[in-house]
């Protein structure tokens, strides 16, 4: 068993942490990884970078989803069509370490954006992993910005064509959900055979039924009125414990590479798991254990970033 690392969340990047842990001890891998959309300054994952990004304009002022610039879709230059290329090699760097560490059938949740999740997909089956499926996490509300094209022509003065787009706005539709790809480590028996001897590749219907109905792979959960937010793209608690819920017995051990606010060691520790969490920030490092000490935290996560790459650095 790794003690040195057990239900303690240990600041670090996790690719030199993950070398030191024992093999085929993990028992679920559960993560909110870096989603490679130029969040924040810690989802920069690639080395195309400029003064932009991560700025702000006057619109953006006040707009708690859109504090800060990211790239277009189309992006700035023809370097930005290398982004997601990068992004699956950083993905490939620690998947391919976190394999070995896997039990035989074990469960690794993979949180994602819809725009990059097949680049981690294309990772982890480099590194061995089999995908089970695709989940869906349906959040309560979206934050969202699609700006009125009559208004951008209106600007420009283009009254003529202002009337023939009226309407019609530039953006996409509204983000309600977030996808989770569910990976799991192949096994050399059967399924139940696995069981027996891992411990894991089952799935804990009865405890997750959801108002009486065995759950889909449509996950409908949004905060509590009295969760406290500490991390932008910070999950709600049920959730998590959901899937810890899902595929894991009591004492068995949950790993997170990328714990953030410690949202999963939270729920593993209500749950009666063990946990093993990373977080490259000191910032969230101790967010996170004061979180699993129930200390009040009082911390500010509207400072100002500067873009940085956190791949080739």
Request: with cysteine; charged share 25%.
């Amino acid at each position: 068993m790794n003690t040195e690392f057990l239900n303690k969340i240990t600041c670090g990047d996790c690719r030199k942490l993950l070398p030191k842990l024992d093999k085929e001890s993990i028992h679920l891998f559960l993560s909110d990884i870096p989603y490679g959309i130029n969040l924040d300054e810690w989802d920069v994952l690639h080395n195309n970078t400029n003064s932009a990004l991560l700025g702000s304009s006057p619109a953006q002022e006040g707009k708690n989803g859109f504090k800060r610039r990211g790239k277009p879709i189309n992006g700035w230059s023809n370097a930005d069509k290398n982004s997601g290329k990068e992004y699956e090699e950083w993905c490939y760097s620690w998947a391919e370490q976190l394999f070995p560490l896997m039990k035989e059938g074990a469960s690794a949740f993979v949180f994602g954006a819809r725009r990059t999740l097949h680049r981690a997909i294309n990772a982890f089956e480099d590194s061995g992993f089999l995908l089970k499926d695709v989940l869906a996490w349906k959040k309560t509300s979206a934050h969202h910005r699609a700006q009125r094209l009559n208004i951008v022509l209106k600007n420009r003065g283009l009254e003529q064509e202002l009337q023939a787009w009226e309407g019609w706005r530039l953006g996409n539709l509204a983000p309600i959900y977030e996808p989770i790809a569910w990976f799991f480590k192949p096994y050399k028996v059967t399924i139940t055979d696995n069981i027996l001897i891992n411990g894991v590749g089952a799935i804990n219907t009865e405890i997750c039924k959801i108002n009486g109905t065995s759950p889909s792979n449509l996950l409908e959960f949004g905060f509590a009125d009295n969760e406290e937010k500490y991390h932008e793209a910070q999950k709600p608690l049920n959730l998590i414990e959901f899937l810890i819920n899902l595929t894991t017995k009591e004492n068995q051990t949950v790993l997170d590479s990328f714990m953030g606010s410690g949202t999963t060691a939270v729920a593993s520790k209500h749950l009666n798991r063990n946990f093993i969490g990373f977080e490259i920030h000191e910032k969230y490092c101790e967010i996170g254990n004061l979180r699993l000490n129930g200390t009040e935290i009082n911390t500010n996560l509207n400072g100002k970033h500067k873009p940085q790459s956190t791949l080739f650095g």
